[in-house]
């Protein structure tokens, strides 16, 4: 039975309506891939616009084909980026260049990590640079790693800026440590100078009772001759009057340099470096007698001496301390016109507290307000070349802050004299730290 023309109709509009439903669904197939296009060539051109290197290799693919770079890292290579294209994913860092680093990857890779490392880059003229590298794996919708992809730059530029800065960091370091090399040995070249100058002081203060000692042993060498050439006549009564009168000063002048000569090794305290117990007040009286040439011209040494307990210190460096102390007060008095019946050095100590606080003062020409900033300095001199370096304040600080944990203080009024406050802790810089 041939179909009715009403069936025919119907089947026909069945047919249209089809047709025109697969139209739509073309047409917004169209939609979509003309969408996806756009997406693509927005991230092709960005990828293209970008200086970073992007490279993906197929890993599915013996010898791990590269099937996508960019341009940058074409143009960086000097290739175009079709020459590239089915390379091996190894081509632009060579194997013979990049062992290391290349072992590192493959091992990375085949783990499927995600892998960071620098490699050696060849260009087609076999020009090389250093390129800093992530690989990251890409999988399918079943979490099977299909591709790598390769973003990289070129780092040869940071790499010499590390270089430069580790050799400027070398260089800053090799500075500091000379710095502190000249200032130990200027530290050493004023502690030679000091007993330099303390010597000729001290071959001077042994001058006078030697002498002595030596008249007396001639007088009494020739008293004993007299006695032996003349008893009867001999003036008795003279002789029995003077001998004990040389014995005394022989042993007088034989005591005094042998005071002296201690003081001059105490002073000294050579070689020690760990800090101790020490009496400051002794140390001041060692450090006046080994000075005296350097004020019995000038001053007066008064001190009023309080009771202190021992001081963990370095008296040694503490004794240098006073040295440059008192020889600075000498030479403000000398440089005031004052000498010995009118200048006065003041030495005071008393216990505060925790601390020992020592005052040297001298009734000197006093420090002008705009140099009371500078003395500190090191080199920082007022007085003519031969009789100051600058350096005994500076180190005077150095040894009582840095390495006593201590304070120094100066105060001074011109054409009436200065003083400086030296504060020190009982306990040494430990007890500081211990309470902090
Ligand atoms: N007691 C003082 N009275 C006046 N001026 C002083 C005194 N002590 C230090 N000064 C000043 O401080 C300067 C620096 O002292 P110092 O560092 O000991 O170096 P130097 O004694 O070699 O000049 C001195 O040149 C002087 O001008
Ligand atoms: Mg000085």
Redesign the pocket.
């Known amino acids: 039975m041939a179909p009715t023309p009403e069936t025919l109709q119907l089947r026909l509009d069945a047919a249209l309506a089809e047709r025109d439903q697969y139209r739509r669904e073309c047409e917004s197939f169209r939609n979509d891939l003309e969408h996806l296009h756009n997406e693509l060539e927005l991230r092709d051109s960005a990828l293209a616009a970008t200086t970073a290197h992007f490279l993906v290799a197929d890993m599915r693919r013996q010898g791990w084909p590269i099937v996508y770079v960019n341009r940058a890292i074409a143009a960086d290579h000097g290739y175009e980026p079709r020459e590239l294209l089915g390379k091996s994913a190894v081509f632009l860092n060579p194997p013979e260049l990049n062992a290391e680093a290349l072992k590192e990857l493959n091992q990375g890779m085949r783990q499927g990590n995600t892998v960071r490392t620098q490699v050696l880059s060849q260009r087609k003229d076999g020009s090389t640079f250093w390129a800093g590298i992530t690989l990251s794996p890409i999988r399918d919708g079943e979490g099977h790693i299909t591709h790598y992809l390769g973003i990289g730059t070129d780092i040869t530029a940071r790499l010499k800026e590390q270089e430069r800065a580790r050799e400027l960091q070398a260089r800053l370091t090799a500075e500091m440590q000379e710095r502190e090399r000249i200032a130990i040995e200027l530290r050493v070249a004023q502690k030679l100078e000091s007993v330099g100058r303390l010597a000729a002081g001290i071959a001077h203060e042994i001058n006078t009772p030697i002498q002595y000692i030596g008249d007396s042993v001639l007088f009494l060498q020739s008293a004993f001759d007299e006695l032996e050439k003349a008893r009867a006549e001999a003036d008795l009564e003279f002789l029995s009057s003077e001998i004990p009168k040389a014995f005394e000063r022989t042993l007088e002048g034989v005591q005094r340099v042998a005071g002296i000569v201690r003081a001059m090794k105490e002073f000294a305290h050579p070689g020690q470096i760990e800090q101790s117990a020490a009496d400051l007040n002794h140390a001041i009286e060692t450090t006046l007698i080994v000075a005296r040439n350097e004020y019995k011209y000038t001053a007066q040494v008064e001190t009023h001496l309080g009771a202190l307990p021992d001081v963990i210190c370095n008296v040694g460096e503490l004794n240098q301390v006073l040295l440059?102390l008192i020889v600075?007060?000498a030479?403000?008095i000398r440089e005031s016109g004052k000498d010995a019946s009118t200048g006065r050095i003041g030495i005071t100590t008393e216990r505060a507290r925790d601390q020992v606080l020592i005052r040297v003062s001298?009734n000197?020409?006093?420090?002008p307000k705009e140099?009371i900033d500078k003395?500190f300095d090191p080199f920082?001199?007022?007085?003519e070349v031969g009789r100051?370096?600058?350096?005994?304040?500076?180190i005077a600080r150095s040894i009582v802050i840095d390495k006593h944990c201590g304070r120094i203080e100066v105060q001074?009024e011109r054409g009436v004299g200065?003083s400086?406050i030296l504060s020190l802790p009982i306990g040494g810089c430990g007890s500081i730290r211990a309470a902090a």
Not at 364 to 367: A, D, E, F, Q, Y
Not at 380 to 383: A, D, I, L, P, V
Not at 388 to 394: C, E, K, R, W
């Open positions: 440059n600075n007060a030479h403000a001298d000197g020409c006093g420090i140099n003395i920082f001199t007022t007085k100051g370096t600058g350096q005994g304040l500076a001074s200065t400086f």
